[in-house]
């Protein structure tokens, strides 16, 4: 969604605005702007379209400026145009704004505001909360920062903002309240982000602000006070991270290099947690809450798109394995139920970003109602790290392209060492079987490398149903996650129809879809539901339908049957999905690519979803 950058120092502003810009893109935006102090005055450029719009627009401008801020905007209030793109201006032309988040009351201000006098261009609530912040600084009698901390406590909503003040040249104010800043220091510098990568090529010292917390971001200094007035002693941290993790390097789409830096990623999620010789799985981040999770009564499953499914998968895990009642909740519709939950109930929360609205609001509702929350998160110090009372990264590194591949394995390696820790704990598997898997999820990493080095028949098959307008993805079992995830990846990428569906379901309506245009593409591994699976791959041949099976090596029998297919290494039932997984994400990227589509920033689509 939305990207903020901000900078302070001594250099031009322009070029680090433009290029933090450029590395906030992979998180979806449709307009990008900028604002720069020059010489007394706002300088302010804002384009519809791709940042390259926007630095085309600035051609030949010579701004020099070094303070200043820069914006990619997903729309939500108002259609994507120059206009409602940010920041945004004051009135009098003194006060610009960058916002990421919703203002809920933005009508109500806006139209004490109009009541006022004041007039608005745009269609944003960015612009009401400008001009908000403008009116009681004009009407107060105390500093900038201090009318920003009096405007906010009318607001309601979530918001990450940075804000430029022509009256205080000299400082950037930077506050929180539900969506992610993070201030890096520089050089006689500082630079502000949504998230680092707009500035990791300068600093990896950066603080995280919390929410309620405003910073007073200087050249030299940063003051923090949170809500109540109390000075916050900026605390850094060093970023574990390098400029290598968000660069393409030698692949052509980050989505690429994100599907085949999967083994290494998995190995690294894995270091130090599993040890195949003990069959001993060790989560130092759920160490304090242990015996809750060891003795829930039931565990809750909750997360949106691809980690959605991430959790559905382990529910066939959990229940395996653990012998736990397991309930598997779209965030979204989980916080607006009234479930019931006790103190016994443990709540496992998956996101990639730990920025997803719906999933931060359901471990909210989850923690005020007594049970236990633990994450599973990619970016470390997200919001909903911090929100849980403990959690298991899963160390997958940044994940630029929007489609979630490696995000999604991992969240599969982490799920399965909790399950695998849980039922050694409980003692639902003996100490022999939890050796032997715990050896066979070391083991991925080399079956996903074996699929890896196939790509290039994934590619073939692509080239043939590149053409067509309708997908089905069918799967049983464990399977039939992962034949929703596929779908999700094809719509995603390649704006083709597609739904997964579990295989027995076909007959109970899609069925009606099959015919001889109609691609299948079915999750036939060796599993106990293979002969069921063979049946459904019957009943579509008959209808002529085109069959894409992902089947297990060696099976020949089943060649015959099917129009194309693809192999996988034999892998136990319980991690089949992390390297049944691969193909489809292969296939969806391939028919994206074909399709001449952005692959890595598909259209409407946002890394992270900060509104609900
Ligand atoms: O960051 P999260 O894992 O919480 O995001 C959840 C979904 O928005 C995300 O998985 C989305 O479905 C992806 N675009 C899937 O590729």
């Known amino acids: ?58 051609n030949g401008t010579g701004l020099h400026g070094s303070i200043g801020i820069g914006h990619t905007r997903w729309a939500t209030h108002g259609v994507p145009n120059d206009t409602n793109a940010h920041p945004h201006v004051s009135e009098d032309g003194k006060i610009a704004l960058i916002h990421n988040g919703i203002i809920e009351n933005y009508l109500t201000l806006k139209s004490e505001l109009k009541a006022k006098g004041y007039h608005f261009q745009s269609e944003t609530d960015t612009e009401v909360l400008v001009q908000f912040i403008a009116d009681v600084y004009r009407n107060s009698d105390v500093d900038f920062a201090e009318s920003v901390h009096l405007a906010l406590q009318r607001v309601i909503g979530a918001y990450g903002l940075v804000i430029l003040n022509v009256d205080e040249p000299d400082q950037l104010i930077a506050v929180r309240k539900g969506s992610p800043l993070v201030i890096g220091k520089g050089d006689h510098a500082h630079y502000i982000g949504s998230d680092a990568s707009p500035f990791l090529e300068y600093t990896k010292e950066v603080i995280y602000l919390n929410d309620d917390e405003i910073a007073v971001v200087k050249r030299d200094s940063i003051s923090i006070t949170d ?30 290099k994100e599907i085949f830096e999967q083994p290494d990623r998995l190995r690294d999620c894995m270091r130090g ?22 003795h829930a009564k039931r565990l809750i499953l909750t997360a949106c798109g691809t980690s959605y499914y991430a959790g559905l998968t382990a529910e066939y895990l959990f229940e395996d394995l653990c012998r736990i009642p397991v309930e598997v909740e779209y965030a979204s519709e989980f916080r607006y139920r009234n479930p019931v939950l006790s103190e016994d109930d443990v709540l496992v929360a998956i996101s990639q970003s730990g920025e997803t609205a719906d999933t931060l609001v359901a471990v909210e509702l989850a923690k005020s109602a007594g049970a236990t929350v633990l994450g599973i998160c990619n970016v470390v110090g997200s919001s909903i790290a911090r ?35 849980i039922a050694g704990e409980r003692g639902t598997i003996d100490q022999r079987k939890k050796q032997a898997l715990v050896k066979e999820l070391q083991v991925v990493p080399e079956l996903i490398e074996e699929v890896l080095d196939h790509a290039g028949r994934i590619k073939q098959i692509a080239q043939k149903y590149w053409l067509a307008s309708n997908f089905l993805y069918l799967g049983r079992g464990y399977q039939y996650p992962i034949a929703m995830e596929g779908a999700l990846k094809l719509k995603e990428i390649s704006y083709i129809h597609a739904e997964g569906y579990p295989a027995a379901e076909m007959k109970h309506g899609p069925i009606a879809l099959i015919d001889a245009e109609m691609p299948i593409v079915v999750l036939a591994l060796k599993d106990k539901a293979y002969d069921k699976v063979l049946s459904n791959i019957e009943e579509i041949k008959s209808r002529h339908g085109k069959v894409i099976a992902i089947i297990s090596e060696g099976d020949e029998a089943i060649k015959a049957q099917v129009d194309d297919w693809i192999e996988i290494p034999a892998v136990l039932e319980y991690f089949a999905p992390l390297v049944s997984v691969v193909p489809l994400q292969l296939l969806a990227y391939h028919i994206g690519i074909m399709k001449g589509c952005n692959v890595d920033q598909p259209r409407n689509l946002a890394k992270s979803v900060t509104v609900e």
């Open 273 to 294: 947690r599993v040890l195949a010789q003990s069959g001993e799985v060790k989560l130092g981040g759920i160490r304090s809450y242990a015996d809750k999770v060891y």
């Open 387 to 421: 929100a849980t009372h403990e959690g298991i990264y899963t160390h997958a590194g940044p994940e630029i392209g929007v489609a979630s591949t490696k995000a999604f394995t991992a969240q599969l390696i982490v799920l399965s060492m909790l399950a695998l820790k």
């Open 1 to 58: 969604m939305c990207g903020i950058v901000g900078y302070i120092g001594d250099h031009s502003a322009v070029s680090i605005l433009l290029k933090g810009l450029q590395r906030l893109e992979y998180r979806g935006y449709d307009s990008a702007g900028i604002a720069v102090l020059e010489e007394g005055e706002l300088a302010v450029f804002k384009k519809e379209g791709k940042v390259a719009n926007l630095i085309s627009q600035l």
């Open 227 to 256: 809500s109540k007035h109390k000075r916050v002693s900026p605390y850094f941290e060093r970023l574990d991270l390098e400029l290598d993790a968000i660069e393409k390097g030698a692949y052509d789409h980050f989505m690429l």
